[in-house]
Nanobody
Framework: QVQLVESGGGLVQAGGSLRLSCAASGSIFSINRMAWYRQAPGKQRELVAWISSGGSTNYADSVKGRFTISRDNGKNTGYLQMNSLKPEDTGDYFC???????????????WGQGTLVTVSS
């Protein structure tokens, strides 16, 4: 089994910053893509950013220039640095990882439980 645990969410004023973390644990051989998704109230979940195992990144247009995704492969941890936050960034933020299971070498897609980000105007 593989688990993802997010942390770092909270309440912040518009223009502020937050840093989310996503720690992976369990039977991990390697982690390929790590990604952050978010879901605002009443809306569908959307992809915010992803990072490959080699460090290539991609961002939703709405967060380009404000958010930075990164990872520490040695710690099996991903991060999302969010700057210049806007009220429309409010939502539950979910970590997602494509993991190769140690032992079986099965490909797994794993989700965290989510962390709430609230940006006040």
């Amino acid at each position: 089994q593989v688990q993802l645990v997010e942390s770092g969410g909270g309440l912040v004023q518009a223009g502020g910053s937050l840093r989310l973390s996503c720690a992976a644990s369990g039977s991990i051989f390697s982690i390929n893509r790590m990604a952050w998704y978010r879901q605002a109230p009443g809306k569908q979940r959307e992809l915010v950013a992803w990072i490959s195992s080699g460090g290539s990144t991609n961002y939703a247009d709405s967060v380009k220039g404000r958010f930075t995704i990164s990872r520490d492969n040695g710690k099996n941890t991903g991060y999302l640095q969010m700057n210049s936050l806007k009220p429309e960034d409010t939502g539950d933020y979910f970590c997602n990882a494509r993991v190769i299971n140690r032992g079986t070498y099965a490909n797994l897609e794993v989700w965290g439980q989510g962390t709430l980000v609230t940006v006040s105007s």
